[in-house]
Every structure is written in C-alpha cells, then in structure tokens.
C-alpha cells in the first residue's frame, strides 16, 4: 500500500536526521569510555544555545555553542558532576539557558497551565453534556402527535426508497 | 435567553483573555535574557590590553568609580551604530569610565592580528581601556551572549544593569541614567 510506503519512508528520513543532528558536533572531543561519552551528549542536549535559540547546545552550529560545549567538555573532564556543571551556566546566564526550564514557582503555570486548562475545558463539556441529558423534550400538543404519525404512517407505507 | 447569552459571552471572554496574553509574548524578545548577575559583584577578570599587546589588565579597574562595560568585537554592525552614543556619554558623564570588552574577535588571518583596533580608528575611542578577550575567558563569567551587551557596575563592584543590544539615546535617558544617577558617587 503507497500509505505505509511513505510512511517508511519518512520514519528512515526522521531517523536519519536524528542520528545526524546528535553525532556531527562531537568529533573533536575525546571520552574515556562509551559511557562518558554519552553523558556528556545527554548534557549538552539539555542546555540551550543562546544565539539559536530554538536549538540546544547539541545541535547549533554558533560560534558561542562551540565555545560552550567546549567549557562543558572541560568541565566535564575536570571531573565536575552534570549538577555542578548546569549550575556553573546557569548563575551566568540564568534559567533560559536549560533546554527544559525548571518547575519552578515562576515557571508553574507553562507546566500546569495546560493541564488546567483541559481540566477546565472537561469539567465544562461535562456539564454541558449532562445538562443536553436532563432537558425534558419539547412540549408538543396532541394536535401535532396526530399530524406527526399520521405522516409517519404515510411515510413508512409508500415504499421508502433506499 | 439572559442564560444563552452568558454561556456564549464566557469562550467569548476566555478567548480574549487568551488572545492579550498571546500578543504580549509576541512583543516579548527572547533573546533579551535577563541576567543573572544583577546585583551580583561583577566577575573577577586579568586580560590582556588590546591597544598594549602583553599588559594586563585586572578588575581592579573597576572598583571606586562608577563604570560601563562595553562588549563589542569588530564584526558587529549594531556596536558600530552604538559608538557615537558611547563618545556622546563619555564627553557627557565625566563621573562614568567605559571600560570596552573586545569580546571573541580574533585575528581573522596573519596581517590583522587585532580586528579590534582598526575599528576604533574608523568609529573611534570611548574607552578608557579596551580588554582583549579573544577566547571568551572573561565573557562567560559575564554571561555574555551576544554584541553588543553594556553592564553599569557601580564603585562597589556591583552590577546594577544589563543591556542587550545597543545603547541610543532613548535607552541612555530612559533606563540607564536613572540608575547611573542612583549610583553616582556624591561629592
């Protein structure tokens, strides 16, 4: 089927992207093992390149991102823990620079906020519903009745065509 | 009808309520990041001067007197448009001493060691000294992310002010010399 086809097809091309976007800033730096290696590609996907913003540090080709993720692979080297590193960059340039922003008391409402709002949006659609349901129906007067089945009656007879 | 209007007139209200707050963060820039270091001292550096290849210069330099620091390198556009209004304040503001921060501009081939010194011969010198920080040594403690970027630090060594993008008169009047002033040393 031509659906599934390209389905495939775009499922390899996201795959492909993927795989790429995480590998190509990391040749020029050396790891003592597979694991360390690792956790550094896992830090620096979760910081933000200031410069493009819309990209983290793994990612962003800026002159300042390089520069960054060469102080995090120093840091990093020098034996600091992720916690200390994320610390070092955020007292310089604030919350923005994580790639996730922190639950923070200032930061609860984008967290929540959706959540409410659904909440919100469930609870109304709920009573809305359970009202539609408690409606009595429309008063009709016995005059109306005769004329409704009578047509109906007429209606059912004549060979309906389907 | 009083109760059909009302249960239109609330999606009506949380719309707009919704549509206000969408257009104020579409008039949000975000990469106007506030800083950190605001009312923080100001991070300790030693670089080298960029007019006196090979002398040092400490953030000593900083402390009694009220003081900008400038960040700017030679490849940016909006510095240069800056530095008529940073010569204006420094013959203005005899009590303020701009101090420039030559931030990762380094040598592009042999013949131009330091880009940054034909820039001020073409726009010009406002700066007391001028910090040569090709490799981003000082500018990450600073938080530096961009240029140009202008900190007021007072003569305790305190950062009082973070500006992102250049400095023009309205900026000058409106946001910085009422804290300039807040911080000015008397007598």
């Given at each position: 089927?031509?659906i599934?086809?390209?389905l495939?097809?775009v499922?390899?091309?996201?795959?492909?992207?993927?795989?790429?976007?995480q590998?190509?800033?990391?040749?020029?730096?050396q790891?003592?093992?597979p694991?360390?290696?690792?956790d550094f590609?896992?830090?620096i996907?979760?910081?933000?390149?200031?410069?493009?913003q819309?990209?983290?540090?793994?990612?962003?080709?800026?002159?300042?991102?390089?520069?960054?993720?060469?102080?995090?692979?120093?840091?990093?080297?020098?034996?600091?823990?992720?916690?200390?590193?994320?610390d070092?960059l955020?007292?310089r340039?604030?919350?923005f620079?994580?790639?996730?922003p922190p639950?923070?008391p200032?930061?609860?409402l984008?967290?929540?906020?959706?959540?409410?709002?659904?909440?919100?949006?469930?609870f109304?659609?709920f009573?809305v519903?359970?009202?539609k349901g408690?409606e009595?129906?429309?008063?009709?007067?016995a005059?109306d009745?005769?004329?409704?089945?009578?047509?109906?009656?007429?209606?059912?007879?004549?060979g309906?065509?389907? | 009808m009083?109760?059909?209007t009302?249960?239109y007139?609330?999606?009506?209200?949380?719309?707009i309520?919704?549509?206000?707050?969408?257009?104020?963060g579409?008039?949000?820039?975000p990469?106007?990041?506030?800083?950190?270091?605001?009312?923080?001292?100001?991070?300790a550096?030693?670089?080298?001067?960029?007019?006196?290849?090979?002398?040092?210069?400490?953030?000593?330099?900083l402390?009694?007197?009220l003081?900008?620091?400038n960040?700017?390198?030679?490849t940016?556009y909006?510095?240069?448009?800056?530095?008529?209004?940073?010569?204006?304040?420094a013959?203005?503001?005899?009590d303020?001493?701009i101090?420039?921060?030559?931030?990762?501009?380094?040598p592009?081939?042999?013949?131009d060691?330091?880009?940054?010194?034909?820039?001020l011969?073409?726009?010009?010198n406002?700066?007391?000294?001028?910090?040569?920080?090709?490799d981003?040594?000082?500018?990450?403690?600073?938080g530096v992310?961009?240029t140009?970027?202008?900190?007021?630090?007072d003569?305790q060594g305190i950062?009082?002010?973070?500006q992102?993008g250049?400095?023009?008169a309205?900026?000058?009047h409106?946001?910085?010399?009422?804290?300039v002033?807040?911080?000015?040393?008397?007598?």
């Amino acid at each position: 089927m031509p659906i599934t086809r390209h389905l495939f097809a775009v499922a390899l091309a996201a795959a492909l992207a993927w795989g790429s976007a995480q590998a190509y800033t990391l040749e020029e730096f050396q790891f003592d093992n597979p694991a360390q290696e690792a956790d550094f590609r896992t830090l620096i996907g979760k910081l933000r390149c200031l410069v493009c913003q819309n990209e983290s540090l793994a990612a962003s080709q800026a002159d300042l991102a390089q520069d960054l993720r060469q102080e995090v692979y120093d840091l990093m080297r020098s034996g600091k823990s992720n916690a200390e590193i994320i610390d070092f960059l955020v007292s310089r340039y604030g919350d923005f620079v994580l790639y996730q922003p922190p639950v923070k008391p200032s930061t609860y409402l984008i967290w929540f906020g959706p959540f409410v709002l659904i909440a919100v949006g469930a609870f109304l659609l709920f009573r809305v519903l359970r009202q539609k349901g408690a409606e009595p129906e429309a008063e009709v007067s016995a005059a109306d009745e005769a004329r409704i089945d009578a047509l109906l009656k007429a209606e059912s007879g004549s060979g309906q065509d389907q | 009808m009083k109760g059909s209007t009302l249960r239109y007139l609330v999606p009506l209200g949380i719309f707009i309520a919704l549509a206000v707050l969408l257009f104020w963060g579409l008039k949000q820039d975000p990469h106007k990041v506030p800083s950190p270091l605001i009312g923080k001292p100001a991070p300790a550096f030693e670089l080298e001067s960029l007019t006196d290849p090979g002398k040092m210069i400490g953030s000593g330099i900083l402390e009694g007197r009220l003081s900008l620091v400038n960040v700017w390198s030679s490849t940016c556009y909006a510095c240069a448009q800056e530095h008529a209004m940073l010569e204006r304040i420094a013959k203005e503001e005899q009590d303020l001493q701009i101090i420039g921060l030559d931030w990762m501009d380094p040598p592009e081939d042999a013949t131009d060691p330091r880009p940054g010194l034909a820039y001020l011969a073409r726009f010009g010198n406002p700066y007391r000294v001028i910090l040569y920080d090709p490799d981003n040594k000082a500018g990450i403690d600073w938080g530096v992310y961009g240029t140009p970027e202008t900190f007021l630090v007072d003569p305790q060594g305190i950062i009082r002010y973070k500006q992102i993008g250049p400095i023009d008169a309205q900026v000058w009047h409106n946001e910085i010399l009422p804290i300039v002033n807040q911080y000015r040393p008397k007598g």
